[in-house]
C-alpha cells in the first residue's frame, strides 16, 4: 500500500524537527533518538517544540541540536503559526519533519507560509480519539505536505480508508529500537534495585497514566489472579493525570500491596530486568515504543490488539494479544504464562531475535534520511520543470 524509500544522498540540508510538546511520549523519544543519529555530513537538525519546555526538554538541549520552545497556548493560533513561519524562514529551513497532530497541522500551514521546500509530517496513531472536525483539517492541510509518515499499517489504513487522505501520500516507518542500550542485563541486580525477591512473579507496565494506556483494566486483572499467583508483583512505571486516582482504585481494588507505583523511572531497563511479563493494556495506540524495548530486552509481552501492537506481537509466538478492555482475557493471559517459566524464556529469546531483525532503529533511520533524500530531489526536479515551463517567472 505504502511507497517504497529510495534516493541519492542529497547536499547537505537543514531539517527542522517540529513537535507539539516534549512530554515522556514515544514521538518525542523517536524525534530525539533520530536526531541524534542521522547523518551529520548530510543533514542539519533543529528542533521546534510548539509548547513550553517539557520533561524531555533537557535531552533535546543535551543532545546539542538548537532547541526552540514556542509556549503556545492549547492549540496553535495564529500567533504560533507566524512565529513558527518565521523561524522556518530565518533558518533557511530545506524540510521539516513534524511529529503528532498540532505540529502536523501547525507545519504544514507554516510550511507553505513561509515556501519550505519539503513538509513531511506524521501520524502515529488513528485519529479516533480527536472530533471528526479534527480529521477533516488533516484531510484538508495534508494537501501541503509532501508525505505523511506512518508508524504502523493500522494507521496508514485509518488515512486512507477513514480520512480519505491519497494512499500515495502515506509512507510507512516503523518505529525503532536501540538494541545496543535495550539488552538483557541482570535480573537480581534489577530486582535488588525494587527489593523484589527472586521468586517473584513480576508483571511491568511502563507508560504515561492516562485513560488511552487502559491501567484500571491491568489493576483489575491482577486483583483477579493476585489469589493464584501469591508472589505477584506490578511495577507501574510513569507519571500522568490519573495517578491519584489509580491509586485509590488499586486500594479499593485490594491490591495496593502489591501494585508499586514507581512514577517517572530515568533507566526503564531496570523495570524490563525484574520483569517476567510486560503489559501494555492500552485502549489505542500507534507503534508502541514499550513493546519495542520489551521485545529488545527479550522480556515476552502481553498486550492489547489494536493497531500498531499488532504489528509487532506475533501471538504465542513473542508474546500474547488481548482484547482492549478486557480485564478477564488479561488476567488469564498472564495467568498462562505466570504458570510457564520455559515458555516465557522462549518467548522473550524470538522477542528480542524479531526485534533485531525488523526494528532497529539503525533500520528506522536509514528509512528516515531515504525519504528526506528522496523527497528532496523530487521538489529540486519539480522547481526546475516549472522553470522550463515559465523561464521568466
Aim: with cysteine; aromatic share 6%; proline share 6%.
Amino acid at each position: 500500500m505504502v511507497r517504497e524509500d529510495g534516493a541519492r544522498h542529497p547536499h547537505h540540508l537543514r531539517v527542522c524537527h517540529v513537535i507539539t510538546g516534549f512530554d515522556t511520549g514515544g514521538a518525542e523519544r523517536v524525534l530525539l533518538q533520530t536526531v541524534r543519529r542521522l547523518d551529520p555530513s548530510r543533514f542539519e537538525s533543529l528542533i521546534v517544540s510548539l509548547r513550553r519546555p517539557g520533561p524531555l526538554s533537557g535531552e533535546a538541549v543535551r543532545s546539542g541540536v538548537e532547541t526552540i520552545h514556542l509556549d503556545m497556548g492549547r492549540r496553535p493560533g495564529p500567533g504560533t503559526l507566524w512565529r513558527l513561519a518565521r523561524i522556518f524562514r530565518r533558518k533557511n529551513v530545506a524540510l521539516v519533519h513534524a511529529y503528532l497532530y498540532d505540529a502536523s497541522i501547525a507545519s504544514r500551514l507554516a510550511g507553505r507560509w513561509a515556501r519550505v521546500p519539503v513538509v513531511l509530517t506524521s501520524t502515529r496513531a488513528s485519529l479516533e480519539y480527536l472530533p471528526r472536525a479534527a480529521w477533516w483539517l488533516d484531510r484538508v492541510t495534508a494537501r501541503w505536505c509532501q508525505c505523511i509518515i506512518a508508524v504502523s499499517r493500522g494507521t496508514a489504513d485509518f488515512v486512507v480508508q477513514k480520512e480519505k487522505i491519497p494512499e500515495g501520500k502515506v509512507v510507512l516507518v516503523p518505529n525503532g529500537v536501540d538494541l545496543e542500550h535495550y539488552r538483557p542485563g541482570d535480573r537480581a541486580a534489577a530486582r535488588a534495585t525494587w527489593a523484589i525477591s527472586d521468586g517473584a512473579f513480576v508483571v511491568a507496565s511502563i507508560g504515561r497514566l492516562h485513560l488511552q494506556k487502559g491501567h484500571r483494566f491491568l489493576l483489575e486483572a491482577i486483583r483477579r489472579i493476585r489469589e493464584d499467583i501469591p508472589g505477584l508483583v506490578c511495577l507501574i512505571a510513569g507519571e500522568g493525570p490519573l495517578r491519584d486516582e489509580l491509586a485509590r482504585y488499586a486500594n479499593a481494588l485490594g491490591v495496593a500491596d502489591c501494585c508499586y507505583f514507581l512514577g517517572v523511572v530515568s533507566d526503564p531497563r531496570n523495570v524490563y530486568d525484574a520483569a517476567d511479563v510486560t503489559v501494555l493494556p492500552s485502549l489505542y495506540e500507534g507503534m508502541p515504543n514499550v513493546v519495542l524495548e520489551a521485545m529488545a530486552m527479550a522480556c515476552p509481552v502481553v498486550a492489547t490488539q489494536v493497531e500498531g501492537t499488532v504489528d509487532l506481537v506475533r501471538p504465542g509466538e513473542t508474546g500474547l494479544l488481548v482484547p482492549p478492555g478486557d480485564a478477564v482475557a488479561l488476567a488469564e493471559g498472564l495467568k498462562a504464562l505466570a504458570a510457564d517459566p520455559e515458555r516465557r524464556r522462549t518467548m522473550g529469546a524470538r522477542s528480542r531475535e524479531r526485534a533485531a531483525a525488523h526494528h532497529s532503529i539503525d533500520k528506522m533511520v536509514a528509512s528516515v534520511e531515504a525519504l528526506y533524500s528522496r523527497e528532496w530531489d523530487r521538489s529540486i526536479a519539480l522547481r526546475q520543470s516549472r522553470s522550463a515551463k515559465h523561464p521568466l517567472q
